[in-house]
């Protein structure tokens, strides 16, 4: 059951390897081991290809893989208000809003003071 959460969660921060550098070097405290973490970089892109499974990891290297897995989730989620904003609604109009439908959507996510455009 634990596995299976921690499989959906690594499939959900799914991320492209580029994107993976900046995250990986948030994790831990500031004297982390680039071994380890060229490791979990590792696992954590086996695991999202399917060459890997959660259950052949060990708890350190899983607890490093969530690690990675929890650092890109947060980098995922930031950005500015009107851009989390935008994104929500995009998602809650089924992902393709019609032109109206992106107009108010920009409209009702503009930041105060932002110029109509």
Avoid: W
């Avoid at 994107?19 to 892109?45: I, K």
């Avoid at 947060?74 to 208000?81: A, E, L, N, P, Q």
């Avoid at 009702?108 to 932002?114: H, I, M, T």
Wanted: charged share 25%.
């Amino acid at each position: 059951m634990i596995a299976a959460a921690i499989a959906a969660t690594l499939v959900l921060t799914s991320a492209p390897a580029a994107t993976l550098t900046p995250a990986l070097t948030q994790v831990g405290s500031a004297s982390f081991d680039p071994a380890r973490v060229a490791a979990a970089r590792a696992n954590y892109e086996a695991i999202v290809q399917g060459r890997k499974h959660v259950r052949q990891l060990s708890r350190q290297e899983l607890g490093d893989v969530l690690a990675i897995a929890e650092a890109l989730e947060k980098d995922r989620k930031t950005g500015s208000r009107s851009e989390r904003c935008v994104a929500d609604e995009r998602k809650r109009a089924g992902g393709s809003p019609s032109a109206l439908e992106a107009r108010v959507i920009d409209l009702k996510c503009r930041e105060p003071g932002e110029p109509l455009g």
